[in-house]
């Protein structure tokens, strides 16, 4: 695909620019996401969340300039084991709500965390999964059937 090609090439000029040299960079045409390895742990382990939010919010100004296709960026993994995590989560309120049947609030979340459960719980004929709240304290509650 040209575009991601040459979205490929922009976000290595940005991690560049942005000081890193040890990094890789693929992209997943299936998923539309970039993955980005950077091997500079020590600023990451303490700046990854604002970095993260900055590269994608760099991307996503690019992407529209040129009409890219959105993608997702996850750097260090960080994305795919949130994703994890948010999922495990679900799982194990599921089961409390099924053993209990007493619905459950989970913190907030953003948008597509609150996806990631209800697509995981979907197909679960007992349980129920709505989102409650506004803004920043939007939250999935899990409801016994």
Do not use: C
């Amino acid at each position: 695909m040209e575009n991601s090609l040459s979205l490929n090439d922009t976000i290595k000029a940005l991690i560049e620019k942005m000081g890193f040299r040890d990094y890789s960079v693929s992209y997943d045409e299936e998923k539309r996401r970039f993955s980005i390895l950077i091997e500079d742990g020590k600023f990451l382990e303490k700046n990854l969340q604002g970095f993260i939010a900055d590269l994608n919010y760099l991307v996503k100004l690019i992407t529209k300039k040129y009409d890219w296709e959105p993608v997702m960026l996850d750097v260090n993994n960080y994305r795919r084991q949130r994703e994890d995590l948010i999922v495990e989560l679900a799982k194990a309120a599921a089961r409390k709500v099924a053993a209990t049947q007493t619905e459950i609030s989970l913190p907030p979340m953003n948008a597509y965390e609150r996806r990631l459960i209800h697509a995981e719980l979907a197909e679960r004929p007992d349980l129920k999964t709505e989102s409650k709240g506004e803004g920043k304290e939007r939250a999935v509650v899990i409801k016994p059937l």
